[in-house]
């Protein structure tokens, strides 16, 4: 039921959370009447209508009908309608053998027919030569379409939805945002609902919510009063997607669970799979590993029965979260071990640079410090291009999106230009009148015109923010961090003065979520966040690496001066208060703290070092600061030598 969508602009924290949806109903109406009641057919039963087709093509194989070229045209509509159904149902090799079939049945390009398989074709493609030759193929067609005609708008809405699976939001949001103009008409149509559908998902992708939900919205409305219950199972996950991405946790599992309902109500075993493979993820994040095991296991068992390769892999890197979570880090590795058995190269290459950060942590917490460091290497590599071109494509997006509306203003103008040279040509009388008109026309232009340009400065201001700011706590994000700790290491290799770093665990940071709620763990971070400002100096960076940890990089400072920063940091935190229960439970850290020096190469590396004193710290019983072992091997002053540590 719910397709991939390769997205996100919050890799590491959101995983695999992006999915994008299935095909609705056909985008072209047949002229058929028995065939167009299946095609509406799909969006509220697609098993039910992809066993009338195939009931009434093995009719058509048994006895053809006497008009040969008719015979040909119904069988190959009738296997557009069975691709469209098992898109829907998430068998894309089957839609697009049935696609196949039919195309190969009627070749010519300006055959609505043909059309509508080619669209049922392209919904199933994802690799990335898939999508270029179905863009490809996309646009021939279009060609020889009228331009404005409704097999115009499909295609151009099919080529957006590519475009988006391709990650260039630049591009389908101009394409998709044409399709959604051109599609307005007095009576909203479907083709206008495929395209509120597909500006959601890109929408999401660029982080602006607000826009995603109300284009949602009108999916919803427009499923539930068409009693669509399959497109509404859909629009009902993607909601909940929307939500879950929002940090709206509770709403999104009201969400998943209605989807589940439709589905259950359908017997559709991949919607159902789906749901609980979401629903496992957010309770994953609130810490509820009970329920959310039970979940991912039915995901796993109907995923399997079904032969959904990628979406077993998805589902068993959440199981994995969950061993690791609750303790059982071998299992953990095991498991994540298989899920890259290919190096990732089965995977979409923006879900699998958060896998290699979980098998980091297994490698890590069973002491197969190496395998973890090369783990580290690998994430970083696969974040750090994954962001690079995310902040590429984000620009793009954005400058898009101002000339979209720039360009619609500007025909608007010339709209409202050409009416009043027209009437005044028909009217002297009036030409007064109509002049006032169009300096009122233009004087309203200028203030939208205006009012955009306000919009989008907002906009990217908005879009910075969130790109270096965590919401929560109001330290850098990880990407910020990481950009401030990059550059403190190259002024250190300048400079000679070493810049130390510490990496920060909050001590059991699940024992309190799981006693007092999420609120109160979100309480004791804020919190941990202004020790950090009263502690450290002006030059030092704090920031949020993950969950509970933190990333401190404190520049031009020694060993000893770092030890003491903690020492002071670790005070202010005994003070914070949790609500009394009798557990036993406080507030404490662990960290491991790393220095650079003349042999030290990059980053991940000084990182990686912090993150093995840091498990030392945690395996010796918490609420501990170790220091990496290389740092003592260069240690000159009695309080280094006084602090030495075994590791």
């Not at 329920?291 to 959904?308: I, M, P």
């Amino acid at each position: 039921m719910f397709r991939r969508l390769f997205l996100l602009p919050v890799l590491t924290l959101l995983g695999w959370a992006s999915t994008a949806p299935a095909a609705r109903a056909s985008c072209l109406d047949s002229l058929s009447p028995d065939i167009h009641q299946l095609q509406q057919l799909i969006a509220q039963d697609a098993t039910k209508a992809l066993n009338q087709t195939q009931a009434l093509l093995g009719a058509l194989q048994r006895e053809p009908l006497a008009d040969a070229t008719l015979n040909t045209a119904r069988t190959a509509a009738l296997y557009a309608v069975e691709a469209q159904a098992y898109g829907i149902l998430e068998l894309d090799a089957d839609a697009r053998a049935s696609a196949a079939k039919g195309l190969a049945l009627v070749p010519s390009e300006s055959d609505p027919v043909h059309v509508e398989l080619l669209l049922s074709f392209a919904d199933s493609v994802y690799d990335s030569a898939g999508l270029a030759a179905a863009i490809k193929s996309i646009e021939a067609a279009r060609r020889l379409q009228p331009r404005g005609s409704r097999a115009d708008t499909c295609l151009l809405l099919n080529r957006g939805l590519l475009e988006h699976r391709q990650n260039r939001e630049d591009l389908a949001i101009v394409t998709l945002t044409q399709a959604y103009r051109a599609s307005i008409a007095p009576v909203v149509t479907e083709p206008h609902i495929m395209a509120a559908d597909y500006l959601s998902l890109v929408m999401r992708s660029m982080g602006d919510y607000a826009q995603a939900l109300a284009l949602n919205q009108e999916t919803v409305d427009w499923d539930a009063s068409h009693d669509n219950t399959m497109a509404l199972s859909v629009s009902r996950f993607m909601r909940g997607q929307i939500l879950k991405m929002m940090a709206n946790y509770d709403a999104a599992l009201g969400e998943y669970a209605k989807a589940r309902m439709l589905s259950v109500s359908l017997g559709d075993q991949q919607g159902i799979a789906f749901a609980d493979q979401r629903t496992c993820e957010v309770h994953i994040d609130q810490g509820q590993y009970a329920s959310a095991k039970r979940e991912c296991a039915n995901a796993l068992r109907l995923f399997g029965a079904a032969d959904a390769a990628d979406s077993v892999k998805e589902t068993q890197v959440l199981l994995a979260r969950i061993d690791l979570g609750t303790g059982h880090p071998e299992r953990a590795l095991a498991t994540l071990d298989m899920v890259l058995d290919q190096a990732g190269r089965d995977m979409p290459p923006r879900d699998v640079g958060s896998i290699y950060e979980w098998r980091a942590r297994a490698n890590a917490a069973v002491h197969e410090f190496r395998d973890a460091y090369n783990d580290l290497q690998e994430y970083v590599k696969r974040y750090t291009g994954a962001n690079d071109a995310e902040r590429i494509q984000q620009a793009g997006a954005l400058r898009a999106r101002f000339e979209t509306d720039r360009e619609i203003e500007r025909n608007d103008l010339l709209k409202r230009d050409l009416l009043s040279s027209q009437e005044q040509s028909n009217r002297q009388a009036q030409r007064l009148r109509w002049n006032a008109v169009v300096v009122t026309a233009g004087i309203c232009v200028i203030a939208l015109l205006i009012y955009f340009l306000m919009a989008n400065r907002r906009y990217r201001q908005q879009l910075v923010k969130l790109a270096s700011v965590d919401s929560l706590t109001g330290l850098p994000n990880r990407r910020r961090t990481a950009e401030l700790a990059e550059a403190a290491l190259q002024a250190a290799s300048v400079t000679r003065i070493p810049v130390t770093i510490a990496l920060i665990d909050m001590d059991h940071f699940k024992a309190i979520n799981d006693r007092w709620g999420h609120a109160t763990g979100d309480h004791v971070l804020k919190e941990f966040a202004q020790a950090g400002r009263e502690a450290l100096r002006e030059s030092d960076v704090l920031g949020r690496w993950g969950g509970e940890e933190f990333l401190l990089v404190m520049p031009d400072t020694p060993l000893e001066f770092a030890l003491s920063s903690l020492e002071r940091l670790r005070a202010l935190v005994f003070a914070i208060r949790l609500p009394s229960s009798g557990s036993g439970l406080r507030v404490s850290l662990s960290a491991g703290i790393a220095t650079s020096d003349s042999d030290t190469r990059s980053l991940d590396e000084l990182i990686a070092r912090a993150d093995a004193a840091l498990y030392v710290a945690k395996n010796e019983g918490r609420d501990l600061v170790r220091v990496a072992r290389d740092e003592y091997m260069i240690s000159s002053t009695g309080s280094r030598r006084a602090l030495r540590l075994p590791m």
